[in-house]
């Protein structure tokens, strides 16, 4: 019962102004213990990448990651202090803050029984720290005060979680079906996350406006927070769905804190993680992925800006690398580029005009974003646009150091047939430009066969070094890091052995 | 697009080959574009630089004097350095040509985009 009472006082003091980036959170308990407060963060990251998402958070916050079985997570512990650097964090969707986690539950036989445990669950939970640090990461967010409603598509969607065979269910408590924006959207142009990514600049030049609003609602209701649970649970074995758990877990966590629930306005998101034996039970610090940050316009197969990180990454640009996106549509690969490896020089290519176009007003979006948030003139990103065909590159022989790019899947881009002849130019044509020796690709696709095919005729221009199996949108698809062999590239008219001069 | 671009761009009109570079660059309308000054970009830049091609685009758009080749020690010469970075980084071409040296085929910019798609018959098999 203290702890309750301890709990409410903390929610009591909320303050949640907005340059709260020291530790002001309670006026009980001792001020340097929450200095010092260690706290263990959860991400989601796109699957297969959880060992790049690992590299960068040791790169930046020097923590060591724990690559959890339940695919597309990562955990590392963190000070308090460095909590606003966890958000900077490029190779991240989602982001919540560990309440328990419970290596080996041991789950009753029948569902009554299980449920019954789940309810009796919520109090015993070490609440008070979490909390704490939801308090800390709500002040962070203040600037972004405006609060999306959750876009009630079809659950028939298959959810980004890439399990293969394993059932995976994500409901969310409160009776419906609908699937939080941020799932769903992956690759899909979706006219709710078109419209609210489409004032990202609005909203920041408007953040001071709807503060005021919010805090006087705030200040009518200050006691009771609103929340919501979130269920995922993948598993063979479970006797519950986890719309069921996700109830009955609520219904506890709702009578134990007095919250009020509220599917779409909720203050808290409390998220119960289930997989197999393995259940983590955390609150949510990102309120809407991460992962479109930089894309303002959309096209019909926008790449996640996570996934674009996770595949430069992947091929370790050096400072002033020519980094190429041949059929960059959107631009999401470029653009995250230029942003994450300024001291590179990237150039986004498609051949389709409309693509150009977005690419390059996704790049003055970002300008002008920048130049909002840090209130100075802008510098320019060292990123060009061209609209070109990618068998027959414009570019200079040997002249590029890192190819990255998504390649069509053959499904809502380009066709399957239609790939038997454009991956084998396309591979050629890249070998071409691509620096011998030093140069490598990196290719996200879906078309395996076609791509494998396309590669067996070409082990003396590219060198296959690494696969990673990642999920697109339900659909499995592969990022293929290759390495551009040493030998130079003869141009067929050559035949005679004449080197080509350049 | 920048100078930079320009430098690794190529005509592939057919039959043209390494013939098709430098395009020969004209402008009418030009933006200056501050970018922020790395000078360990620019002096790793430099040796990757087609130099003759840089010192006719900058002529043309009658940018400040780049040197004939790079200055002896460039890589401690801060004005040396800022001078390439100004004429490499922050010069954007928003409206003009590119022209293949060979064939004279032209490629419009528009908005700073090239366009360098060939119509088919132009391309090679």
Known sequence: MSDVQEATNQLLDVNLCENQMSIQVTESGPRSESEHLQVTIGATVPTGFEQTAADEVREKL?????????????????????????????????LFVVVQEFKDYHFKETKEEVLKDFEDLAGKLPWSDPLKIWKINTSFKKKKTKRRKINPNSSKQKIDNGRGDTTVEKDVKEFTNSVSDSQILDSYENPAIKEEVSTLIGDDLTSCKDETEENSKEEADPEVLKFRVTCNRAGEKHCFSSNEAARDFGGAVQDYFKWKADMTNFDVEVLLNIHDNEIVVGIALTEESLHRRNITHFGPTTLRSTLAYGMLRLCAPQPTDIIVDPMCGTGAIPIEGATEWSNCYHIAGDNNPLAVNRAANNISSLLTKIQVKEGKLSLGLPIDTIQWDICNLPLRTGSVDIIVT???????????????????ACLREMSRVCRPGTGRAVLLTQDKKCFAKALSGMGHLWRKVHTVWVNIGGLHAAVYLLKRTPQSFFHPSEQDGERCPW | MRLLTHNLLSSHVRGVGPRGFPLRLQATEVRINPVEFNPDFIARMIPKVEWAALLEAADTLHLIEVPKEPIQGYERNEEFLRKMHHVLLEVEVLEGTLQCPESGRLFPISRGIPNMLLSDEETET
Do not use: E, T
Request: glycine letters at 8%; aromatic letters at 10%; proline letters at 4%.
């Open chain 1, 62 to 94: 020097g923590s060591s990651c724990k690559i959890s079985k339940d695919r597309g997570k990562i955990y590392f512990d963190i000070s308090v202090d460095s909590l606003a650097q966890v958000h900077c964090l490029r190779s991240v969707d989602n």
């Open chain 1, 406 to 424: 998504d390649m069509p899947f053959g499904k809502r881009m380009g066709s399957k047939k239609r790939n038997w002849n454009l991956y084998p």
